[in-house]
T-cell receptor, first 115, second 116 residues
Framework: AQSVTQLDSQVPVFEEAPVELRCNYS??????LFWYVQYPNQGLQLLLK??????LVKGINGFEAEFNKSQTSFHLRKPSVHISDTAEYFC?????????????FGTGTRLTIIP | DARVTQTPRDKVTEMGQEVTMRCQPI?????VFWYRQTMMQGLELLAY????????DSGMPKDRFSAEMPDATLATLKIQPSEPRDSAVYFC??????????????FGQGTRLTVV
């Protein structure tokens, strides 16, 4: 079984400041990791994913995340946030083995950008 | 622009009524997921299919929920009878699984269900 912990339920950040949203996972097997963003009344949109290779992953909208296997973390970062980044962010994990595609999500972090 | 289409977007129904939610996955995708999102439980996997075959529906209350894929272009989630605690946003997502495995799931806009 896998689990995802997003330590912060809400993160307020001033516009143009950097932000880090934390994500830790637990799994007994090798995993794939994802960050999704959800804007109000919308579905989830993939920001970035880690499948293998370089542990630093770059995604859309200037976001990046770093996979740290020893710390079982996959924190999301952006060097300078914009008002339009206000949304809920979900970290998710899936088993990397074939036949186990289902995603387990964290509880989400609500990012609020302060003008 | 390929996308997952869900209908209806909003549904208000009375307790005890049957509710059917529909999902059209992205053409060529062979994996379909149903998730439920509530404030209390977050995003929960209800069921998922690969090549139209149900693989896991352990998250779904069996007595009132059912999920099917009549064909590759349609997935349905049915609740009968509906109860107020079923009020939530239901998301469908699709993906493509094959030899070069990629579990990226594309989500629809969701169906917001309110049972009164």
């Amino acid at each position: 079984a896998q689990s995802v912990t997003q330590l912060d339920s809400q993160v307020p950040v001033f516009e143009e400041a950097p932000v880090e949203l934390r994500c830790n996972y637990s799994s007994s097997v090798s995993v794939y990791l994802f960050w999704y963003v959800q804007y109000p009344n919308q579905g989830l949109q993939l920001l970035l994913k880690y499948l293998s290779g370089s542990t630093l992953v770059k995604g859309i909208n200037g976001f990046e995340a770093e996979f740290n296997k020893s710390q079982t973390s996959f924190h999301l970062r952006k060097p300078s946030v914009h008002i339009s980044d206000t949304a809920e962010y979900f970290c998710a994990v899936s088993d990397s083995g074939f036949g186990n595609e289902k995603l387990t999500f964290g509880t989400g972090t609500r990012l609020t950008i302060i003008p | 622009d390929a996308r997952v289409t869900q209908t209806p977007r909003d549904k208000v129904t009375e307790m005890g009524q049957e509710v059917t939610m529909r999902c059209q996955p992205i053409l060529g995708h062979n994996t379909v997921f149903w998730y439920r999102q509530t404030m209390m439980q977050g995003l929960e996997l209800l069921a998922y299919f690969r090549n139209r075959a149900p693989l896991d529906d352990s998250g779904m209350p069996k007595d009132r929920f059912s999920a099917e894929m009549p064909d590759a272009t349609l997935a349905t989630l049915k609740i009968q009878p509906s109860e107020p605690r079923d009020s939530a946003v239901y998301f469908c997502a699709s993906g493509k699984t094959g030899q070069l495995r990629n579990t990226e799931a594309f989500f629809g806009q969701g169906t917001r269900l309110t049972v009164v």
